[in-house]
């Protein structure tokens, strides 16, 4: 029992930082640098990731006895495009200012490399609690990654942090110092440069730390 819960504490902790997809396995790029311009549309691309993560590893998991090697990608692709597709008519849905700002983003997500990645690794070989913990560690390690990215990112461009929920409501506001009114930092280069940054913080890190 006491084996179990500290199987499952390694799983899930491992997503947070020492497999985190973003910072230590370099997975999810695409969405990482495309949606972090503000810290709103990190999350939402985050909670997607969650739930469509959760879902196919669940799932997955409970039909893992049942894979055939020449069907078992193409079950996965099946299962990620049924979550994916239920997270992208929610945003139409209820939040469609948000999903028109992801644009192909939240569709994208059936072709990312952390969801096809933890079905092959974790959930084709391991029961429902390890696939749970496993998509839960990895899903809240990419969106605090995202979060991170795009709260620099957001601040150093507009200087706020800005979310919309029907009308704006300003979380944080920088002084006026033109060191924090840098347009570039919401342009793609802004993104490549703090995500680099970001990168070589926690090599410098995880280096000490050995």
Known sequence: MADNQTHLTRTFLAGLWQENPVLRLL??????LAVTTSVQAALTMGASVIFVLIGS??????MRNLLKPHLRILMFTLTIATFVTIADLFLKAYQPAMSAKLGPYIPLIIV???IICRAEACASKNGL???LADAVGMGLGFTGALTILALIR?????GQIVFEFGHKVTLLTLPEVPLFR????????GAFLTLGLMLGGVKLLTEKRA
């Open 182 to 189: 840098m347009a570039g930092m919401a342009m793609p280069v």
């Open 57 to 62: 590893n669940l799932v997955v998991s409970l």
């Open 27 to 32: 997975l999810g790029m695409c969405p990482t």
């Open 129 to 131: 609690l390890v696939s």
């Open 112 to 114: 990312n490399c952390i």
């Open 154 to 158: 957001e601040l150093l461009a507009t």
